[in-house]
């Protein structure tokens, strides 16, 4: 019965030092890249912070996506084109999506 309390006790004592070791050593990475200047990155949300000094900017959030009326891909906000108030990918569906008929005409 001892033993086994004992192999508890020091499988409890490893858990908390393994978990102590990655602390220390993810405080240490950060401080390193924070001095540095560099900009992190976020895996799951894929923002980056803005690489100030102190390593605890603020993240930047992803740019609007837009719905191409054409062929309905979406494109960022930045590298679509508007045009009469309709959304497109790309300048050639602007001119494809203008060029159709419409109204009686498309029958």
């Not at 590298?79 to 203008?98: L, M």
Request: charged share 20%; hydrophobic share 35%; with cysteine.
């Amino acid at each position: 019965m001892r033993q086994i309390f004992l192999l508890i006790l020091l499988f409890i004592v490893g858990q908390w030092l393994v978990k102590a070791l990655r602390r220390a050593d993810a405080s240490r990475t950060s401080a390193r890249t924070g001095a540095g200047g560099q900009a992190g990155t976020h895996a799951h949300t894929g923002a980056r912070t803005d690489g100030s000094a102190n390593g605890k900017g603020a993240t930047q959030l992803a740019e609007p996506m837009i719905r191409c009326v054409e062929c309905g891909v979406h494109a960022p906000t930045s590298e679509s084109v508007v045009v009469d108030g309709q959304p497109f990918c790309s300048h050639d569906h602007a001119k494809r999506y203008a060029t159709r008929p419409t109204g009686r005409d498309a029958r």
